[in-house]
């Protein structure tokens, strides 16, 4: 059987606006991607440059992690929107605390600072009001309201209750490590080869790709065994036609993710009838 090499790339994308993680390459009629029966993914080029505070992707209504919600003294919930970026636990605590007081609920003096235990490696925070109350959003997603987007993600899994409490620790551990992988989707590559998640959520998924660098670093994912990252197609003797080829970027919740307009490009080796 014959074969040859494919590049599926967003330089390639047929509108030059569509999105570098959302994109559709165009092959016309060359004969080499025609009557395709195999498909084995050789390598793909993704830059890790995903925020790990963003206002978009972190959960399934795709509305972002940025947004911290408290209850402050007059029982009034105010929120704190961080811009999306590349933050350090620390710096996201000095902002929320900042915020605390600027508002004036409470005084540096008289008041309440949220700190990252150095012992527990959990965030608390201490109530210093002098019987004033304060409350942590719990979370949970609500049409058309306000969300705490950033509680889960600070270890407040199911908030804190408003009132006046001297002290309180997370439940959780913090989580700011951003994304751990990306997802390669294509309705035209994965011909019905699809990842089955939770709840008969099914996405036509191809690769699965860590995030193992550094974040402002390419990723370059290598395949070092073929069996793994393949798609065979049910008709070996027909085979499919990609004429055109779709080609997404995801998170774990299913939103496109963005890259910022850099490149991405993937390489495939395609098994086909035709001669060279």
């Known amino acids: 059987m014959n074969h040859n090499l494919l590049r599926v790339s967003s330089d390639f994308r047929s509108i030059p606006t569509m999105s570098t993680t959302n994109f559709e390459v165009l092959y016309g009629n060359t004969q080499l991607i025609q009557a395709i029966s195999r498909i084995v993914m050789i390598n793909c080029d993704i830059p890790n440059v995903f925020y790990n505070i963003n206002n978009t992707g972190y959960n399934f209504q795709n509305i972002g992690n940025n947004k911290f919600i408290y209850r402050n ?3 009034g919930d105010t929120p704190v929107v961080i811009p999306p970026g590349q933050y350090t636990i620390q710096q996201i605590l ?14 540096p003096s008289n008041g309440i600072i949220l700190t990252l235990n150095p012992l527990t490696g959990k965030i608390q925070y201490t109530n210093t009001t002098g019987f004033q109350s304060f409350g942590i959003n719990d979370g949970i997603f609500v049409p058309g309201g306000n969300t705490s987007t950033m509680s889960n993600y600070l270890g407040f899994q199911n908030g804190q209750p408003w009132g006046y409490v001297p002290a309180v620790s997370s439940s959780n551990f913090p989580n700011l490590n951003g994304l751990a992988e990306v997802y390669l989707t294509s309705q035209k590559m994965s011909d019905f080869s699809s990842m089955v998640v939770g709840y008969g959520i099914v996405y036509p998924v191809i690769l ?38 779709d080609l997404q970027v995801r998170d774990r919740w299913g939103n496109i993710v963005d890259v910022g307009g850099l490149p991405i490009n993937l390489i495939c080796k395609v098994y086909h009838g035709h001669a060279n």
């Open 73 to 75: 003294s007059t029982g």
């Open 94 to 107: 000095d902002i929320i605390n900042l915020d605390i007081i600027a508002n004036g609920f409470y005084t």
């Open 208 to 245: 699965n790709i860590p995030l193992d660098k550094p974040f402002g670093n390419y990723v370059n994912w290598k395949n070092y065994d073929p069996e793994l990252a393949d798609i065979e197609f049910p008709s070996i003797s027909q085979g499919v036609n990609l004429q055109s080829i």
